[in-house]
């Protein structure tokens, strides 16, 4: 095993200080939201970039748990930052464009104060007289960094990973007018149990380290170093995914590397383990594991998604939340809980799912920086208005061949008409966003699409579109009753399992819905079967072979009249095309129409 | 909370030891596989039922960890024992049929020698020099104990879960005349990097433990009762899943048992660990603890797929693989690892995946016994014959009325006429196994299904059939080149999502395939389709409206015709069916057939 293969988390941090970190003396005592008050607070941060003359474009950085002040190098001879691969000039977060300000969080033990700073009225470290502080406490003294020593009044935006967004969420709940967007990456509204009781027995190793003396062992010559050795052990187990560990440690599993530890050295992975504690005991406090740790399990920003939704109800942020597909820490199912938190309540959210199988550990990862870095700088852009608004486009060159729109586009305009002026609109299966895009220029505001495709999403973000990265199959139940004035489902119905499941919520969630769907009764489609015994294939949205043609249901106009009928659905609407002579029709729509749109709903319930 | 809730996989284990147990001296010394030996070898047992005058039902159960010889009760007033549920007069193992025997392991502290045992050469324990042992050399013992204590030549099953799969594994590789069946329960072939850190994190707390003394505390006043409990509590987190944790331990996350220990109290799972660790402590042994985990972290059948096969090629058992799906300490894929290498190796391996949320410790709950236990019990009467040889069935009430053989079953004689006499047949899709049952009464013993749903596998292990409960859209791969003489597809083709790589995946496993299909073109639906414009529906197989039909593609027999032509797949044979009047068609038969079957593959490769 070579030293690449040791990469981690960390593998940018090292024990030693920038020469750029500048430490803030906090002038006012600190009152604790768990009681008690620290005084003479100092605050280690850094910046980079220009804050610009509206003071408009400040990005605060929020670090994790072994993280500090110190995200990215500030010239070529300065030290690497943590996050180097993602901020600075050019780059995700580019430094070019925005002031980033990033601390160290209170409690650590890289510059900010924490458990080994000197307690005034003893004159000697807190140790375990360090007060019991929160995320809340974290970004207090954040907001005072920000507001007195930097006179920013409001953040362009906050973004943090794991404990870092915590922070994000903490920002967005404590100060809702000051800071106008959120990005929380690899996180959650509260630790699961499991990632909680992974911390519990990291801190017992620490407390029964024979060294710890109670937390007050700065005066000793021993510090309680294997317990924070195994505490750190075990928090890189919980980073890292199966797969990636399987694909590090697997074919080489007897093949220790030879390094100085009295830690087990049998297993490869064991010595990377050790390297792993012993790197970290370097430049890290047992005292400020255990408080910063504590604060990590201590935070809940709600317990369940009714709990998120109230304790977030006055935040006024657009929200970005990314999750990676491996992390078992900080799984995607308590990221899609936020988003469901924030969709309840009304907020701007935005979020993807980005495939991984480099877990937790993936947010400070190259491997997936084109798709979090993407999503992030689109998102900047989104909030300074600087994407470029890009428009629907008709050019069917950038369509697939047996995409419907390939050549025409009449039912999208037509769409677009039957949706009254002002209505909130939820689009189903937005692909690339054309039809919000449409509808944004005609004047809409309240619009939201679902796409399964993360790098759909991606693409909508460029378009500053707000979209979540669910399958509609089981994301509409985040939706709450008549949410939305208009629900659209534009030709995805026949690629759709549960068909009445779809249609039943979307008739529950908004209180109009508008389906298209491609008329499998059209009648050179039905001459086709019933001439020639085979399963039709013509250009356009049947232009797959039976064999593989994502198409699951194979809907007629009929068929789906008989369907509205049997569930009491009303058809408020309803409008036929052909498309292929690009007319409406209206006799025998059955057999004349390749494409059907129908507007359902309750009459009563869709005045605005 | 309540004690109830502090139950766990231990939770019927007890410090104290049954009346029941008794104790074997090995009479010969013991050559250990990684070098050295051990002398007076002392094995703890107990016994269950009566052997028989062939001496043909004894089941050996092997324990996990932290096991010991008491896997059940002996009697109303005797201690409950470690896997109660499952073993006993009239359960799935069950003791009024089978001579069942449980030995503690070699290494353990539960009465066979261990660690803490006496070293005859020096009059004190063995401590740090208790030599390394492995999982062979406990299977070694327990041989000896089998054949020499015992007197029985050959055991009619090995059963074990975890540690104990991996003795099942032992004692198939070692002594492959010798085990006529093999369970093996939520196991792999070995622990992953993940499961293994952990262990070795475990370890490092012990040793870092100050009264670890290098493994000599024997004599001292203090045993590493703390690094022992951290190590168990770090080993508990990983036997329960995500969701049993949050379901325990979510809502009242801060409000700790109040408990005695000096263990963090602040979070209830934290006072559920610490219960569990000095629970733990009271009968446990730390030198055992690291003896038998390192036995466990160098265990290993083989590290992939052809290593396995390479180990397992000697083995003649019938083999029973059963995984939990939440279990992520011995995940799914690793079962399907195991059952994927002996496959390939011509084995005969059934596999079943039992959805639960309960993680790797479900196989000692109650929650699933159902299942495991009835997968068990039939296995069992398999092995002794004593399974009631169910036949397939004519009778319409056993089906659904969408089932093709709701009223009659031409095609199914038809397909058994078509496959020639001693072919080894794989059926895809293979149900609760009517058609294997049928291939079997007619004299063919080669006989494999793959089944997605677990319960018509526990179906099929009732009719002694050997299932493995895969997805045929990807199980295929578990297959070598012609494996099989002929592999079928019946009434299956409909609801796949990958046609063409499911065909082209059973023409290379198969020397030739069989696929029966309904035709969608059969006249009654053409003019249905034709005349009303609607999606056909008929009692059977198109008995389903069009937006909840479990069919996704609908072949007509020209379309399929068409896919073989293109494929370059060779119809050696094809039969049309009209169901409805019982009668084979010649003419027209896309037309006139509701029924297809097809004998694909490569003429020259078929002979046998």
Same mark, same amino acid.
């Not at 090292?14 to 008690?36: A, F």
């Not at 005991?281 to 990590?296: G, K, Q």
């Given at each position: ?12 941090? !090292? ?21 008690? /008050? ?15 003359? =509206? ?8 670090? #994790? ?52 700073? %000197?307690?005034?009225? !003893?004159? +000697?470290?807190? $140790? ?13 003294? @954040? ?72 937390? @007050? ?72 594991? %255990?408080?910063?740790? !504590? ?76 798709? *979090? ?18 428009? *629907? ?14 050549? =025409? ?42 796409? &399964? ?12 579109? !707000? ?9 509409? +139940? ?18 759709? =399992? ?11 969630? #908004? +209180? ?70 690009? &007319?409406?029709?209206?006799? /025998?729509?059955?057999?004349? #129409? ?6 359902? $709903? ?7």
């Amino acid at each position: 095993m070579t030293t690449e293969e040791f990469h981690s988390s960390d593998k940018a941090i !090292t024990s030693e200080t920038s020469s750029y970190m500048k430490v803030w003396s906090v002038p006012s005592s600190i009152n604790l939201e768990m009681g008690g /008050k620290l005084d003479n607070v100092k605050i280690a941060y850094e910046t980079y970039g220009k804050l610009n003359n =509206k003071k408009s474009n400040a990005v605060l950085i929020c670090h #994790a748990l072994s993280g500090d002040s110190h995200v990215a190098s500030h010239s070529k001879d300065d030290l690497k930052g943590w996050w180097e691969i993602f901020v600075g000039p050019g780059k995700s977060i580019d430094t070019n464009k925005y002031f980033v300000i990033c601390s160290n969080v209170l409690g650590s033990c890289r510059g900010t104060t924490g458990p080994n700073s %000197i307690n005034q009225n !003893t004159g +000697k470290p807190f $140790g375990k007289n360090f007060p019991l502080i929160t995320v809340g406490d974290m970004v207090k003294v @954040q907001k005072l960094l920000v507001n007195d020593a930097l006179k920013i009044q409001n953040l362009l935006c906050v973004v943090g990973g794991s404990l870092g967004g915590f922070q994000v969420l903490e920002w967005a709940k404590q100060y809702p007018s000051n800071v106008k967007g959120c990005i929380g990456i690899a996180t959650s509204s509260r630790l699961s149990p499991q990632a909680l009781a992974f911390d519990v027995v990291g801190r017992n190793a620490i407390t029964h380290d024979p060294h710890f003396k109670d937390g @007050q062992y700065y005066d000793t010559n021993a510090k309680p170093e294997d317990g924070l050795a195994i505490a750190r052990m075990l928090g890189h187990i919980t980073y890292l995914s199966n797969d990636s560990m399987n694909k590090k440690f697997g074919e080489n599993k007897l093949k220790p590397r030879e390094i100085k530890t009295d830690f087990e050295k049998r297993f490869s992975i064991g010595t990377y383990l050790a390297y792993q504690g012993k790197k970290f005991v370097e430049r890290f406090d047992a005292n400020s594991y %255990i408080t910063l740790t !504590t604060a990590m399990d201590l935070f809940s920003i709600g317990e369940n998604k009714k709990e998120i939704e109230i304790s977030l109800k006055n935040t006024n942020s657009d929200w970005l939340f990314i999750s990676f597909s491996s992390d078992w820490l900080y799984p995607p199912s308590q990221s899609k809980e936020l988003v469901e938190a924030l969709v309840s309540s009304g907020k701007n959210v935005s979020y993807t799912n980005i495939p991984s199988k480099a877990g937790h550990d993936a947010f400070l990862l190259e491997d997936e920086l084109e798709d *979090y870095g993407n999503l992030t700088s689109a998102f900047l852009n989104k909030l300074t208005g600087d994407n470029e608004k890009t428009s *629907y486009s008709l050019e069917p060159s950038q369509r697939e061949k047996t995409n419907i729109f390939y050549n =025409k586009r009449l039912d999208l305009n037509i769409i677009v008409d039957l949706i009254p002026k002002n209505s909130a609109v939820l689009d189903l299966g937005c692909e690339d966003g054309d039809l919000l895009s449409l509808l944004r220029e005609k004047g809409f505001t309240e619009l939201i699409g679902i796409e &399964i495709d993360y790098k759909k999403v991606e693409t909508c973000a460029k378009k500053s579109l !707000t979209v979540i990265n669910y399958d509609i199959e089981d994301g509409l +139940k985040t939706f709450s009753n008549k949410k939305f004035d208009v629900a659209i489902l534009s030709q995805t119905l026949q690629a759709i =399992k549960d068909v009445e499941k779809v249609i039943i919520e979307m008739t529950r969630v #908004a +209180k109009a819905s508008i389906i298209s769907f491609p008329n499998f009764a059209y009648q050179p489609l039905r001459e086709m079967m019933f001439q020639e015994g085979k399963a039709p294939k013509t250009e356009g949205w049947y232009g797959y072979e039976w064999y593989n043609t994502p198409n699951k249901r194979f809907p007629s106009i009929a068929d789906f009249e008989d369907f509205c009928n049997l569930k009491n659905i009303s058809i408020l609407r309803s409008v036929f095309l052909n498309s292929e002579k690009g &007319i409406q029709i209206t006799e /025998k729509p059955n057999l004349n #129409a390749d494409n059907a749109i129908f507007v359902l $709903g309750d009459p009563e319930k869709i005045t605005r």
